[in-house]
């Protein structure tokens, strides 16, 4: 593997996780996140979506002139989901029917957007794949540690009715963590979510922070210039 | 305006037009390919779910057609929240109608409507209660969903008769069903929608029963 695409996957992953760093996709990633099995649902879906969007935008990147590229990515995203919802529909109804709401809510996704336009459009279909591919999986993740906080603060549980994303073999799979749990509302209704979700990115930048102060202990002229948290890309 | 627009603004608007035309017409066609496609599959799903979701509230041994096959129009569609012909759906054994799923819809449950099949028998007894969309709070309404607990199953066997008036409350208002923990409003909501359901039974049963019964 390249050093490229190592860079790659570790951008998508950590470095410029699309929920933790770029902020983006943050409506669906709130409203969806209030137990883990509606969070990995969520995920595997917007990932689907993005691999697909990364690699349609980056095989028309030489044909869509500058001016008009947006209305035509925002165009292809949303074929690509209604076409998506179609397809479950017709040979999934059952799965349809535990992720339909969050189907359409994957064309409010700005990361989607986002990638297609910071990166795909500018670079070959392969490496584009690998970035949807990475920040699908960074989203993801992000989105199942914050359903597991709060279905832990809120109800208690781990990974309860998981049986309706992965069918019977996940029926017992529900940890009850806290016996007769009372409930937390507030860690199940949206306010939980922003708290939930500024833990975490608190969480991620400390750990940066002390990692950036052991690098400069250890090498005290490695770290030159300032560096730009957030990447979307350039403005044209 | 003086003047003619420069020739080059109106090859650049030209051009970005009919490519943003093109792009609209592959995408349009795509999702036409794909809804040709599957929209027969997709029909047969929907229907397939609906009489799932109708033989969840109807014992089987009241029925021997499909539950599908007997729609009755609700003529007093407001008194159960529903929209301009709406349906039930008889359960018909050797001829005869034996029970009738009624939709109800509640009204006033903590976030958006509830849907409800109630399954009520000629007598006026429920054999089962399914809620079919909600957007109650996961983890605390949403116990109103048989997915997630057995609650709505305290229906079954429940009337008129059996029940007083004042026990169709939960028992935080001195009524016989249970409440959640936590969630009052919703389970409060689906009672009186059932009740209402109930109610709309006994008004109409001349006219649920005597409805044509299509083979």
Redesign the interface.
């Known amino acids: 593997m390249s050093t490229q695409q190592t860079k790659i996957i570790m951008n998508g992953l950590w470095e410029n996780n699309p929920a933790l760093v770029q902020l983006l996709g943050l409506c669906p990633l709130l409203a969806v996140t209030?137990?883990v099995v509606?969070a990995l649902g969520l995920g595997f879906a917007t990932l689907l979506v993005l691999v697909g969007s990364n690699l349609l935008v980056s095989l028309i990147r030489n044909?869509?002139?500058d001016?008009?590229r947006l209305?035509?990515f925002v165009?292809?995203i949303?074929?690509l989901v209604?076409?998506a919802e179609?397809?479950m529909?017709?040979?999934t109804?059952e799965l349809y029917?535990i992720l339909g709401i969050f189907i359409p809510l994957i064309v409010t996704n700005c990361a989607i957007l986002g990638r297609a336009d910071a990166y795909a459009r500018k670079n070959p279909p392969h490496l584009a794949v690998l970035d949807g591919l990475s920040m699908g999986l960074g989203f993801a993740a992000v989105l199942v540690l914050l359903g597991a906080m709060r279905?832990l603060l809120?109800?208690g549980t781990l990974f309860a009715?998981m049986d309706?994303l992965l069918g019977p073999m996940a029926k017992n799979w529900t940890l009850v963590i806290i016996n007769d749990y009372?409930?937390f509302?507030f860690a199940?209704?949206p306010p939980g979510a922003f708290v939930g979700m500024g833990l975490i990115i608190a969480a991620k930048n400390t750990f940066d922070q002390y990692q950036k102060t052991q690098r400069l202990k250890a090498h005290p002229l490695s770290e030159a210039g300032s560096k730009r948290v957030r990447v979307t890309g350039t403005i044209a | 305006m003086s003047g003619t627009m420069p020739s080059s603004l109106i090859t650049?608007i030209g051009?970005?037009a009919i490519?943003?035309g093109v792009?609209?017409v592959l995408?349009?066609g795509?999702?036409s390919l794909?809804?040709i496609?599957?929209?027969d599959?997709?029909a047969a799903?929907?229907a397939?779910?609906k009489a799932q979701a109708l033989s969840a509230v109807i014992p089987a041994n009241l029925y021997d057609q499909s539950l599908l096959s007997a729609p009755v129009e609700l003529a007093d569609y407001s008194a159960l929240n529903l929209e301009p012909k709406a349906l039930a759906y008889a359960a018909v054994k050797s001829g005869t109608t034996q029970a009738i799923v009624l939709p109800v819809v509640a009204k006033d449950g903590y976030s958006g409507d509830i849907s409800l099949l109630v399954g009520i028998d000629f007598d006026g007894i429920i054999q089962g209660v399914r809620t079919i969309e909600h957007k109650e709070?996961?983890?605390?309404g949403d116990k109103v969903d048989h997915?997630?607990s057995a609650w709505i199953d305290s229906f079954i066997g429940k009337s008129l008769s059996n029940t007083p008036l004042d026990g169709w409350a939960v028992t935080k208002d001195g009524g016989v069903f249970d409440g959640f923990?936590?969630a009052t409003i919703t389970p409060r909501a689906v009672v009186n929608a059932v009740h209402q359901g109930l109610l709309y039974h006994q008004r109409q049963q001349s006219v649920l029963y005597n409805a044509p019964q299509e083979q």
């Open positions: 209030g137990s509606n044909k869509v002139a001016d008009i209305p035509v165009m292809i949303a074929a209604t076409i179609l397809t529909q017709a040979l109804y029917q279905e809120g109800q009715d309706l009372r409930g509302l199940v209704l | 650049s051009a970005g490519s943003l792009f609209a995408a349009a795509a999702i794909t809804y496609a599957g929209s599959a997709i799903n929907k397939a779910a709070t996961p983890g605390l997915k997630k923990t936590g």
